[in-house]
């Protein structure tokens, strides 16, 4: 039986859900609260395809990328849109780094990251990044850049093509249970479906209220800044060069990413947004700031993480410190380099009540509404299988009340 379904929600994840819907016969519409899709973490992201190496594994994140990859690689060849595997070198600079490098090797080998090649020789590393400095690294050729926005467009269009609807402009502002179906509200529409997805980034916890929803996990967003590259000194990176992250915090890093139109970028840094869409230090919103302040996790959070949070909120103001970071792995890099600062993200980061960090990509199941309540990076690169994983475990014909987080 065809089933009227909303999706709230025009980022990657919302599309691809909708797109594997209307395949299905289903009659979906998206709602979608700006005038074009991907304006938010789809439109402002790194642009890379992960293959895997942080995860942990048997993790959503871990599965769901793994195969997310091939299937992005995939519909990239199908649309004929731009996929190019620049590959990717994480880099130990100092043997106080070589525990958490032999880590993130573990994992990517049980990830099974696909040509995963460990590097102790200098020679080697040198060959595939020459200007780098390290004592050894791990590098995973299928790591590729990719344009978000371009995909999530051409998704769309298979939905439009199926018989999907996509409202844009179109803020919900209420969602109501009615005979166990849901009545749908923007302030120009107003109906009811028989299941609703809520597919919504830095305002899933927000739009899960609508239907009386755990509050928590909360969403703290934090911004990525970039700087780009001159065009001259861009030809120091070939692919993308990565730090090797911090393991308490979600975070890759501050590194350099050639992009599928060939722009390098150096970034993102993690710095507290003031807004849920606080792409620059002067957007606030004083509702938001209030939210993330009066969360019972915030506090905890700043506690533990304070230090890290003042330097990177000093390298955010003061770009000799941004630049000092870059450079601890290209050194031949001079602060004129980072010519000026291209778009900020913000990342939509979902924490419990005792400021801990939700890592893995969480849903919850609230009557006939699907939350996705938690889908950081490396959702951009595992949106149809996460659409995949929500269809098979949460769409089933009959409703099932089921909550998973990891
Ligand atoms: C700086 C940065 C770098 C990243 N780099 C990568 C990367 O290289 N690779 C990777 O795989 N991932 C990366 N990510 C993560 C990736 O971008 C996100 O995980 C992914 O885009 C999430 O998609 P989404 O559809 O869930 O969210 P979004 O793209 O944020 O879409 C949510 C949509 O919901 C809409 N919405 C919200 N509330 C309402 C409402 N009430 N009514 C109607 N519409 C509403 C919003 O306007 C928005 O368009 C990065 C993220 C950031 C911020």
Redesign the pocket.
Same mark, same amino acid.
């Given at each position: 039986m065809t089933e009227r379904v909303g999706v709230?929600?025009? +980022?990657? $994840?919302?599309i691809a859900l909708a797109r594997l819907l209307t395949g299905r016969g289903d009659d979906v519409t998206i709602?979608?609260?700006?005038s074009h899709?991907?304006?938010?973490?789809?439109g402002?992201?790194? +642009?890379? $395809?992960?293959a895997g190496l942080y995860y942990k594994p048997g993790s959503l994140k871990a599965t769901l990328c793994a195969s997310g990859r091939v299937k992005i690689r995939e519909f990239c060849e199908e649309k004929r849109l731009p996929y190019r595997e620049v590959g990717k070198l994480v880099v130990a600079v100092d043997a106080s780094e070589l525990a958490a490098l032999a880590e993130i090797e573990r994992r990517s080998i049980e990830n099974r990251v696909p040509d995963l090649a460990r590097i102790d020789d200098i020679v080697r590393l040198r060959e595939i990044e020459p200007h780098t400095a390290g004592v050894a690294a791990v590098h995973s050729p299928r790591t590729a850049a990719v344009d978000?926005s371009t995909i999530t467009e051409a998704m769309a269009q298979d939905v439009r093509a199926a018989g999907g609807r996509i409202l844009l402009s179109?803020?919900?502002?209420g969602m109501a249970e009615e005979n166990g179906r849901v009545r749908v509200t923007t302030p120009v529409f107003d109906d009811v479906f028989d299941r609703v997805i809520v597919?919504?980034?830095?305002?899933s916890d927000a739009?899960a209220r609508f239907v009386g929803a755990d509050p928590a996990p909360k969403i703290l967003p934090f911004r990525?800044e970039y700087w780009e590259m001159t065009p001259e000194s861009a030809s120091l990176v070939r692919g993308m060069i990565y730090p090797v992250p911090d393991p308490r915090f979600p975070f890759l890093g501050v590194h350099f990413t050639r992009g599928v139109y060939d722009a390098v970028h150096v970034g993102?840094n993690a710095v507290p947004a003031l807004s849920r869409e606080g792409y620059r230090w002067l957007r606030i919103s004083a509702r938001d700031t209030w939210e993330s302040l009066s969360w019972p996790g915030a506090w905890p959070l700043a506690k533990q993480h304070w230090r890290m949070g003042v330097d990177e909120i000093s390298g955010s103001l003061i770009k000799p410190l941004y630049y000092r970071k870059a450079r601890r792995f290209l050194p031949e890099l001079k602060i004129s380099d980072l010519s000026h600062r291209a778009a900020a993200?913000?990342?939509?980061q979902a924490w419990g009540r005792a400021g801990e960090l939700i890592d893995d990509f969480a849903v919850d199941q609230v009557g006939a509404v699907t939350l996705?309540r938690n889908?950081?990076?490396?959702?951009?690169?595992?949106?149809i299988a996460i659409a995949e994983y929500v269809a098979e475990h949460y769409l089933a014909p009959t409703p099932r009340s089921r909550l998973h987080r990891r």
């Open positions: 709230v929600g025009g +980022g990657i $994840v919302g709602f979608e609260k700006e899709l991907a304006q938010h973490q789809t402002h992201n790194s +642009g890379v $395809v992960h978000y179109h803020e919900v502002t597919c919504a980034g830095l305002h739009v990525g993102p993200g913000v990342r939509a996705l889908a950081p990076s490396p959702a951009a690169t595992s949106s």
